[in-house]
């Protein structure tokens, strides 16, 4: 639009209360203002009706903006300021821009509080962890992230405790004038157990010993946090790396494992020779001395360690070092 067409365009949208749609009309909106988007503008908040006129001051929207569109993004971050801080109603229900003027029509409705959020059944063994208390939730303002935060902690106790397919949701919902009422419930689904743990690559390990090692044994109720805790494990090992994520396949209620695995470089051998004069036998000139060293790193797959060391830099001195690991001995959490 150019000149006096600019100057006596006025347009007017109807929000419905839909975060969705509110951006689409202000998309449009952004794109009919583009000609001005420089000109100072001056922002007017009015209520939808007299009876509603104290709810501007929640509002938090200053009287001037540099431009259009910095206007229309601090009018959509008011409103989503009020949401999350449990104007849950809160809305921009329609404006007009005219000359350097935006007028706002705007709701904010009650604050949402809880009356109640009861437990559902869930067991305490879930709760005491979620940090749930029926008492937190009485009369309190309703908070988003909070009843989030129980939520995510159920669900991530039940998928380290045999159910990664669990579900949390609120039933009984009872909602009249800003108050609310619920049940926290908690479906844990089918309980899933580990079951097989395969390794594909050319890495030469025992099952038993990779079982034992990442704390995964079949029958065992499957854990989220031990699977993925099992890539730092591996990384750990100087013998082997995994070349790609570790894929778990779920049936009925068996959780099977297979570890892309490939085998590194770990094991070291190396000596030094060297030849000395030996006074103590006129007889023989010269003696061999030198250093041995040899460490195997998984040499029977089973994660086992053997290290010797040979050292003999003097005729009437020589030094020999020996040790061995054996991890996990038949099957058991302890090794020599």
Do not use: H
């Not at 988003?144 to 009984?172: C, H, R």
């Not at 040979?310 to 996990?328: G, H, V």
Request: glycine share 6%; net charge positive; with cysteine.
């Amino acid at each position: 639009m150019k000149g006096a067409e600019m100057n006596s365009f006025s347009k007017k949208y109807l929000f419905c209360r839909s975060p969705f749609l509110e951006g689409l009309y202000l998309l449009c909106f952004f794109f009919a203002l583009r000609a001005t988007a420089q000109q100072s503008v001056v922002v007017q908040l009015l209520p939808v009706s007299p009876a509603t006129a104290e709810q501007l001051r929640v509002f938090d929207v200053k009287p001037f903006y540099k431009d259009s569109l910095s206007a229309m993004n601090a009018l959509q971050a008011a409103v989503a300021k009020l949401r999350k801080e449990a104007w849950l109603e809160a809305s921009v229900d329609s404006f007009t821009y005219r000359s350097d003027t935006l007028k706002a029509w705007v709701y904010s409705g009650p604050r949402y509080e809880w009356v109640s959020l009861r437990n559902g059944g869930i067991p305490d063994e879930f709760l005491s962890k979620s940090g749930f208390r029926e008492k937190l939730f009485k009369g309190k303002t309703f908070n988003f992230q909070e009843l989030a935060k129980i939520e995510e902690q159920l669900l991530k106790t039940a998928e380290n405790n045999g159910y990664p397919f669990a579900a949390v949701y609120l039933d009984s919902i009872a909602i009249a004038e800003g108050k609310v009422q619920a049940c926290l419930m908690l479906d844990k689904g089918e309980a899933v157990f580990w079951d097989s743990l395969q390794v594909s690559g050319d890495v030469k390990i025992s099952n038993t010993y990779l079982s034992n090692y990442l704390g995964i044994k079949k029958g065992e109720p499957y854990s989220r946090k031990t699977l993925l805790k099992s890539k730092d494990r591996l990384r750990d090992l100087p013998f082997l790396r995994e070349k790609q994520n570790v894929q778990v396949t779920f049936t009925g209620q068996q959780a099977d494992l297979r570890f892309f695995l490939e085998k590194k470089k770990a094991s070291r051998f190396d000596f030094l020779l060297g030849l000395l004069p030996d006074n103590t036998r006129p007889e023989r000139k010269l003696i061999l001395t030198g250093t041995f060293n040899t460490e195997l790193l998984n040499a029977f797959g089973r994660g086992e360690r053997l290290m010797l060391a040979f050292e003999r830099l003097r005729p009437q001195t020589q030094k020999l070092d020996l040790a061995f690991s054996y991890p996990y001995l038949l099957d058991l959490p302890f090794g020599v």
